[in-house]
């Protein structure tokens, strides 16, 4: 799949330009002053929540897809993560699922459904199949597209009527947003991951920190985390209210793009798409709307308290206190916060029990995430008041899981090893939390309800995840023996 459908010049270009700037400049088919531009599409990733009207509305209109082929599906929030050959529960969510099979082949939509060897969460699989390529514009009705952008790939969510419009033009009006550079100095200590640095980024700027623009991640600690760790924090940038976030591509990212099924063929292909994507990091020069620098080598594992992942505090911090708040709108916010959690301001997080572990979603469902979870649990026995649901990211993320044994060690720590899927990440099919119960999950969201009518969230990495598991508690995985070695387990 090549990019690109815009291919706009002008002379924006005789000056140092940024990574979003450049992909902007290079999609943009039409702009008026005043009005939103028209952006080229690349890439349109579809599941089954957020396409059955749009493809109603396409019917209605007699239209049909204008780039099938730039167009790929899957089943994965309504699916799901108990055997495959168990019926759903969930008749509403089978219906979505049969929808969208039924969209699919009247529009001529490749589909990764379920018993597709390619099946998983929508971004998960984009990266793990090569659709997902530097310089692109990416978009899906989901608001964890930010993922792609690990790849230099403008990725941005966007709503029902906008996938309607993708799906008729292959383009989509939008405003340029404004660059926030994030950079990252230092390096990660042993027990501290990719998940924290972007919780740490997120409780320092509040969820609405980074409205209207876009992140670009950059220094040291980032260029040397490996791609999946990349996709985690690009793909909470959302919560920091970016649109979306990138990283400028590497040797990283092309070693890991390479041989993918939809990358550039090996040969002259290949070398002229490299060639291309080497010229899209930011230029030396180039000016950001704002800049924020974080020190890696300070940071603790993270944990949220509250219900929205901007309220985190350093794993050794206390629950802060309303009173210490001067904003009277961010004081009641906290004060009901903390209410809902049942948390107690100046208390320990440390130590908080909790009821259920999930390690999984679209933020922390690949490979090395679970390598790094098995390393944990590897020889430990889950706590006996704790549920522990270990979830992949896609059928190909569990076969690789399985062929490295980390199946038979999360089951023998007393784990529950599930199909692919969103799962809990949405309280999904029954994964979810009871009322007042707590949890320890590495996916991205901590809202009243998120993961369950009344459940309680603390958002966190997969090695703290694994630790509080271990512990029945909120634990730090600092402390786990030999961390030095199991932080040292990476992906490609």
Not at 58 to 80: K, N
Not at 278 to 294: C, E, H, N, Q, W
Request: net charge negative; glycine share 12%.
């Amino acid at each position: 799949m090549e990019h690109s459908i815009g291919q706009h010049t002008d002379q924006r270009l005789d000056r140092p330009r940024t990574l979003v700037e450049k992909i902007w400049d290079d999609h943009v088919v039409a702009e008026n002053a005043g009005a939103p531009s028209i952006l080229a599409v690349d890439l349109h990733l579809v599941h089954e929540v957020t396409s059955p009207q749009a493809f109603t509305g396409l019917r209605q209109r007699g239209l049909r897809v204008r780039h099938p082929e730039r167009t790929v599906a899957t089943a994965d929030h309504s699916i799901p993560t108990t055997p495959r050959g168990l019926p759903f529960l969930d008749q509403m969510a089978a219906a979505q699922v049969r929808q969208l099979e039924t969209n699919c082949r009247e529009f001529g939509i490749p589909l990764h459904g379920i018993g597709d060897p390619g099946q998983g969460i929508v971004h998960v699989i984009g990266p793990q199949l090569g659709l997902t390529q530097p310089g692109m514009t990416i978009v899906c009705g989901d608001s964890h597209t930010s993922t792609h952008g690990a790849f230099g790939a403008l990725a941005f969510g966007i709503g029902t009527s906008e996938v309607e419009m993708v799906l008729a033009t292959q383009t989509l009006l939008q405003r340029k947003p404004k660059t926030y550079e994030v950079r990252v100095d230092g390096r990660l200590a042993p027990g501290v991951s990719a998940k924290d640095i972007i919780l740490a980024l997120i409780a320092r700027i509040g969820v609405g920190g980074g409205t209207g623009h876009v992140f670009e991640y950059r220094g040291e600690a980032i260029r040397a985390l490996t791609m999946e760790q990349r996709m985690t924090i690009c793909n909470m940038s959302i919560e920091g209210g970016a649109r979306a976030g990138l990283i400028a591509p590497d040797d990283t990212t092309f070693e890991y793009v390479h041989g993918r099924a939809h990358a550039p063929q090996a040969g002259a292909p290949w070398d002229r798409a490299v060639a291309g994507w080497r010229a899209l990091p930011t230029d030396d020069g180039a000016t950001f709307d704002k800049s924020i620098v974080i020190d890696a080598s300070a940071l603790e594992p993270m944990v949220t308290y509250g219900t929205n992942p901007g309220m985190g505090i350093p794993i050794s911090g206390r629950v802060p206190d309303p009173a210490d708040v001067a904003d009277p709108a961010q004081q009641r916010a906290l004060a009901h916060a903390l209410a809902y959690m049942d948390l107690t301001p100046g208390q320990a997080i440390l130590g908080q029990p909790v009821d259920v572990v999930f390690i999984g979603s679209c933020t922390n469902g690949r490979i090395s995430d679970l390598r790094l979870a098995a390393a944990a649990l590897k020889g430990r026995r889950v706590a006996a008041n704790v549920r522990l649901m270990v979830v992949p990211g896609s059928d190909e993320v569990k076969r690789e899981a399985e062929s490295e044994g980390l199946h038979e060690i999360f089951r023998a720590a007393g784990a529950d090893w599930r199909e692919t899927g969103c799962s809990m990440c949405i309280a999904m099919n029954g994964d979810q939390l009871s009322p007042g119960q707590y949890a320890v999950s590495t996916s991205n969201r901590n809202f009243e309800g998120r993961q369950g009518k009344g459940g309680r969230t603390f958002l966190a990495s997969p090695l703290t995840a694994a630790a509080s598991a271990i512990a029945g508690v909120v634990a730090d995985p600092r402390l786990l023996p030999g961390i030095e070695a199991v932080a040292g387990i990476g992906g490609r």
